[in-house]
């Protein structure tokens, strides 16, 4: 993991990262798990400085240790030291260095025909003229940064007809503009720049008016299957665009939200739908990163209960389950990591 957010662990401070059920779980399944930085990785010597957790006294000690057989990556930065260890471990570190470039794994994911029902059109932007290609096309339009995450500078694009909009700017109150406006605000805010993406706006389902998403924990687990650890959904805040809970979005239990949303449908059906869709678009990326066992999904869902896959996160910060309560799901997305660590080291893979 990070150094910063190790510091935290070690020095008892809150962090969403509840690094004891690790610990909890990993004694469970016979493995015993060394929290580290890259800092305490020491390639040459195959060594790692971590903590361990001691139980009985109820706190975290310093060790040493021969560099472990399987790693799982808490971390998103990537750096040479840990492209030298996943050229040692291949599988056995998971997740992989996978290029969070939301382009990128957005066209990886479109050359699977089973998924691209479920792909929102989404388009490079390096030019006014392709912002406002897709506006013609869609009601509205998302754009977001190529590598973003926390729902940061996400805006939103509404055309509203005779070459009017409202723009939702990240910070701020929403604008009626002009088309000429609108180009000046997407020059200010440097919207056009190559870093961000523009994408076909889902007109998402509500839950008490507000837009909500799902969030799908996929996981390798037992046996190296993939598997649906949780999911939960995320409901923004009133009058918001974001589902994040970073940006003030609440986590509720989806049966809850479905029943209410769809009235008519049963919401296991909806859910069954959006889990196939979650397993084969991480069996998809496996094919390009066969490492890859650990992923949260956002997935909304239409007015139809159709659903989209919004984003696909290569560290879900796992939060939001334990932030709607649903405490079953939170402890499976610790749980299988460590399951799957389990199978790892007593299969001759990688
Ligand atoms: N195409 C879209 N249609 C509708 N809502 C969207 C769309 N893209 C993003 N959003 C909303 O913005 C949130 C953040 O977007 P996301 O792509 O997940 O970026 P981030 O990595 O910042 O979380 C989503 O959870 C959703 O609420
Ligand atoms: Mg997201």
Partial sequence: MGTTLLNR???????????????????????????????????????????????????????????????????????????????????????????????????????????????????????????????????????????????????????????????YPYKGKARSLSEFQLKQELAKHRLTNNHFLIQQGIPLAKYHGSPFDLRVSVQKGKGGRWQISGEVVKVAQHKGILTNLSQNGKAIPAPTVLSHAFPNRNPQDILQKVRRLAIEVCRTLEKTYPAFADAGLDIGLDHKGHPWLIEVNFRDLRYSFHSAGEYRMFKNTYFNPMRYAKFLLSSKSG
């Fill in 9 to 167: 662990v070690i020095s008892g401070k809150p962090t969403h990262e509840r690094a004891r059920l690790y610990f909890e779980y990993g004694c469970k399944n016979g493995v015993c798990p060394i929290l580290f930085d890259l800092k305490g990785l020491n390639l040459k010597k195959r060594q790692v400085t971590g903590y361990v957790w001691k139980p009985s006294t109820q706190q975290y000690i310093r060790t040493v240790c021969p560099l472990p057989h399987v790693v799982h990556k808490r971390e998103l930065i990537s750096s040479p030291k840990l492209t030298a260890l996943s050229r040692l471990l291949g599988k056995r570190l998971f997740n992989p260095l996978i290029n969070r470039n939301k382009l990128m794994i957005h066209r990886l994911l479109r050359q699977n025909p089973r998924i691209q029902p479920y792909l929102p059109d989404t388009r490079g932007i390096s030019a006014p003229a392709h912002v406002f290609q897709l506006i013609q096309r869609y009601p509205t339009v998302f754009i977001k940064p190529v590598i973003g995450s926390l729902g940061r500078n996400v805006s939103k694009i509404q055309a509203v007809g005779n070459k009017h909009y409202i723009f």
